[in-house]
T-cell receptor, first 114, second 114 residues
Framework: KNQVEQSPQSLIILEGKNCTLQ??????????LRWYKQDTGRGPVSLTI?????NTKSNGRYTATLDADTKQSSLHITASQLSDSASYIC?????????????FGRGTQLTVWP | EADIYQTPRYLVIGTGKKITLECSQT?????MYWYQQDPGMELHLIHY???????EKGDLSSESTVSRIRTEHFPLTLESARPSHTSQYLC?????????????FGNGTRLTVT
């Protein structure tokens, strides 16, 4: 069964600290993996997209890594800011059909305290 | 910031009423989607469209319908609202011409059925 599991479910850190969010997936055949940030009351916004051949991709203070062999991805946030408080969602796309079906994780709720 | 708009942002309605959630995008995207999101849960695909006059059901579509008469407009209709329909509804679009194009989400409609 194709699944996307994220951990931790929630995380609280102090402003200025770093953190790493995890995403494990069983989706096969794999096409790409995306991380989205969803602020409370808003729609998700894309942070990074990685295909099979990409191991790492950065977007400012956000760095995503991908290990396609172990089917794991991580999102590292450097020097956290209060505005980083949000839900971070991992989304994996399969390439088993023309639809390119998306599998969503439940997200990690990050809270940054001053 | 993506140009995709959803109205209304909040809606409280009684059981049995017919409602239409509006979604419009100005990016000329061919692909459009409706997702349902409950707190702490993954997004579930309700309907999707690959272009004008093309609509398909997703995983949770049995009690709603959509139409795609114009590229920019993708409304979702509930013929008879029930308390189980209480949820957040997110509309999204993507550029079909780019295989790794991210989803652009609206800010959602939070529906409460009493």
């Amino acid at each position: 069964k194709n699944q996307v599991e994220q951990s931790p479910q929630s995380l609280i850190i102090l402003e200025g600290k770093n953190c790493t969010l995890q995403c494990n997936y069983t989706v096969s055949p794999f096409s790409n993996l995306r991380w989205y940030k969803q602020d409370t009351g808003r729609g998700p916004v894309s942070l990074t997209i990685m295909t099979f051949s990409e191991n790492t991709k950065s977007n400012g203070r956000y760095t995503a890594t991908l290990d396609a062999d172990t089917k794991q991805s991580s999102l590292h946030i450097t020097a956290s800011q209060l505005s980083d408080s949000a839900s971070y969602i991992c989304v994996v796309t399969d390439r088993g059909s023309t639809l390119g079906r998306l599998y969503f994780g439940r997200g990690t709720q990050l809270t940054v305290w001053p | 910031e993506a140009d995709i708009y959803q109205t209304p942002r909040y809606l409280v309605i009684g059981t049995g009423k017919k409602i239409t959630l509006e979604c419009s995008q100005t990016m000329g995207h061919d692909k459009m989607y409706w997702y349902q999101q409950d707190p702490g849960m993954e997004l579930h695909l309700i309907h999707y469209s690959y272009g004008v006059n093309s609509t398909e059901k997703g995983d949770l579509s049995s009690e709603s319908t959509v139409s795609r008469i114009r590229t920019e407009h993708f409304p979702l209709t509930l013929e008879s609202a029930r308390p189980s329909h209480t949820s957040q509804y997110l509309c999204a679009s993507s550029d079909e011409k780019q295989g790794t194009s991210p989803l652009h989400f609206g800010n959602g409609t939070r529906l409460t059925v009493t």
